[in-house]
């Protein structure tokens, strides 16, 4: 069974910096498309970041120049470097597992919670 497992999150003051990992069990980690998403109270989930099996990456335009996205295939891990948070950057952030060889393939993590507040 594919576990996907979300760590790193906590409360952290606006403007501070939290990292986020997600380790995923998949055989052939490498081929999938990895993402970042979040849902605030109230509001639909949200594509944050993703990194294809290439190494290319997108973002949200709310997040541009403060988070990285980032893989490391050996460790069948992906990261999100969260810098100069925002108030409005508080949500459930879950980690994403798409292959691109079958789109019927997608794994979840169960989310972690990242809160800035002062």
């Known amino acids: 069974q594919v576990q996907v497992v979300e760590s790193g999150g906590g409360l952290v003051q606006p403007g501070g910096s939290l990292r986020l990992s997600c380790a995923a069990s998949?055989?052939?980690?490498?081929?999938?498309?990895m993402a970042w998403y979040r849902q605030a109270p109230g509001k639909q989930r949200e594509l944050v970041a993703s990194?294809?099996?290439?190494?290319?990456?997108n973002y949200v335009d709310s997040v541009k120049g403060r988070f990285t996205i980032s893989r490391d295939n050996a460790k069948n891990t992906v990261y999100l470097q969260m810098n100069s948070l925002k108030v409005e950057d508080t949500a459930v952030y879950y980690c994403n597992a798409r292959s691109t060889f079958d789109a019927n393939y997608i794994y979840w993590g169960q989310g972690t919670q990242v809160t800035v507040s002062s």
């Open positions: 990194i294809s099996s290439g190494g290319s990456t």
């Open positions: 998949l055989s052939r980690f490498s081929t999938y498309v």
